[in-house]
């Protein structure tokens, strides 16, 4: 018989060896993940009288929480191995956050979610306090290791942020394990958010008031507009709204356009020739409706990415812009695909296979539908260019990004859909969030260089800076912020930094330089 509380206690328990990664080299914790990932799929599961294993799990190791769990581990370590602090965080969320959310809502009960009747407000408030605590304490622990640990507050924020997201999450009624989506999108909001500069979001992102109503009263005439035509269902209209108001305020009205370039696009690919997909049993349910979970699933990422691009100093912010549009392209090369494709003439194939299959088969694609999508991705990335959200030479990019990603989807559909591990929406989240993943992981070595100069040199930067200023407009604001570390003698340690931005509100309008001299 399964126990549920020993499950959750050991779960819970578990997280303690996470104190570990403070004082082990990140390859002696792989090792040791590696150790747990066998164990657990061989003989530990047997301890207790099976009483750790559902009967489901027993099945495949894909769908074993026990399993997922020290692979979920195993993975985060190999990826953060030089910051181990940001393993340590998505764990404690993960131990502390999931355990407690399941203790709390079965202990106390209380009221269910209106949109998960199976979880409750009280196992939700659980994972939130919980989690926070758990992975701020970790984080901060295993931070401890470096020169420059990181402040309470900013621990705790960070831990905060991606709990309460994962509790999001978690909520849904998603076929995904938790033990695969709260780490990973732990440890990604962690990685991401901690690179966000408090001084250009409050510069440069925030709007005025004025544009801020402009950003609000737009999103509503699009999502109103969309309720009227039938595009989306109440449920759209707010997470519309929600998606729309991030992207617009973070990001402007030119991305704001972007996006609902591609929202208008992907609903004119659910209407064409409705009725026939309708007929085979393949069409977009309730008429073609979306809610609200489409919304996050295909945009959410997009938002978010909005959200850092103005948080954040250059390289970094022009590479965030083009993941962004990449990942709108790619959601509506997806759809254009999927819409599309079952117009032609003849089945779909597998890429696992090379078969044809009857169409709607979960990660099928079709030539049709594949051109398609292609195309709505470059349409994409050149209404960008347009708008001057990214440079039209990155226009062909995107629509390389965008096929690529979905092939990925493909893929998945045919692998976890297939098997009834994941859902549709789940994988439209999960080709989204690897997207974004993987830009920071290509683009963090670039962006964490800082070039390194003499003392000698120093004289010279500050002309050179407000040189570059003038060459590039007067309209253009410029700061320095000159930080000593330590003096000992004649010689000083030190930062300085030197920004110069235009005023803010539309992306890539700004021009932003962040030059850091170490002296």
């Known amino acids: 018989m399964i126990s549920e509380g020993l499950r959750k206690s050991i779960h819970v328990l578990m997280g303690g060896f996470a104190l570990l990664l403070r004082v082990l080299p ?3 914790a792989a090792c040791l993940a590696a150790v747990a990932v066998a164990s657990n799929a061989t003989w530990i599961p047997k301890l207790g009288g099976g009483r750790l294993m559902r009967q489901e799990e027993r099945e495949s190791l894909l769908k074993s929480g026990v399993w997922l769990y020290s692979f ?3 993975v985060l370590i190999l990826i953060f191995r030089q910051h181990l602090e940001i393993v340590a965080c998505a764990w404690g969320i993960l131990a502390f956050g999931d355990g407690f959310a399941t203790l709390a809502g079965k202990g106390l009960e209380g009221p269910r979610l209106p949109w998960n009747p199976k979880k409750s407000w009280v196992g939700s408030t659980a994972f939130v306090l919980s989690g926070t605590m758990g992975g701020a304490v970790f984080m901060h622990w295993v931070a401890g290791r470096g020169s420059h640990p990181p402040t309470w507050g900013r621990v705790l924020v960070l831990s905060g942020a991606a709990a309460l997201a994962c509790a999001a999450v ?5 076929k995904l394990n938790d033990n695969l989506s709260v780490p990973f999108l732990a440890a990604g909001l962690v990685a991401s958010l901690d690179k966000v500069d408090p001084t250009l979001l409050r510069e440069s992102a925030l709007p005025p008031w004025r544009d801020f109503l402009l950003a609000i009263l737009v999103n509503l005439i699009v999502a109103l507009a ?9 449920s759209g209209v707010a997470g519309g709204l929600a998606v729309g108001l991030t992207t617009a305020i973070f990001g402007g009205i030119p991305a704001f356009g972007v996006l609902t370039f591609q929202f208008l696009l992907a609903s004119a690919a659910t209407k064409l020739g409705y009725a026939g997909k309708a007929a085979r049993g393949i069409a ?3 008429g073609g409706a979306r809610g609200a979970v489409h919304a996050f699933a295909n945009c959410s990422v997009g938002a978010y990415l909005a959200f850092l691009a103005s948080s954040v100093p250059s390289p970094l912010k022009e590479a965030l812009w083009l993941a962004f549009v990449a990942s709108l392209a790619t959601a509506v090369c997806d759809t254009l695909g999927s819409e599309i494709g079952p117009l032609a003439r003849g089945n779909p194939f597998l890429l696992t296979h090379l078969r044809r299959v009857p169409a709607g088969t979960p990660g099928a694609v079709s030539f049709l539908g594949t ?3 292609g195309v709505g991705a470059l349409l994409v990335g050149s209404v960008a260019a347009l708008l001057r959200v990214i440079p039209a030479a990155w226009v062909g990019f995107v629509g390389v990004a965008a096929l690529l990603g979905t092939f990925l989807e493909s893929l998945l559909g045919a692998t976890l859909e297939a098997r009834n591990l994941v859902e549709s929406e789940t994988i439209n989240f999960i080709r989204e969030a690897l997207a974004r993943f993987g830009g920071a992981l290509v683009v963090e070595p670039v962006w964490a260089r800082e070039p390194a100069f003499s003392l000698e040199d120093f ?4 002309p050179a800076v407000h040189a570059a200023a003038a060459a590039l407009g007067s309209d253009l604001r410029c700061t320095h912020r ?8 004649p010689a000083t340690s030190g930062e300085l930094e030197s920004s110069c931005h235009r005023d803010p509100g539309v992306p890539l309008r700004s021009v932003s330089e962040r030059r850091v001299q170490r002296y």
């Open 72 to 74: 979920s581990v195993l």
């Open 371 to 373: 051109a398609a999508g």
């Open 26 to 28: 990140w390859w002696a």
């Open 459 to 462: 004289p010279g930067l500050l």
């Open 284 to 286: 977009q349910e309730k």
């Open 226 to 234: 969309a309720r009227a035509s039938g595009a989306v269902s109440w």
């Open 170 to 174: 978690e909520s849904l009624s998603l």
């Open 482 to 489: 000159l930080r000593l570390r330590s003096q000992s003698g």
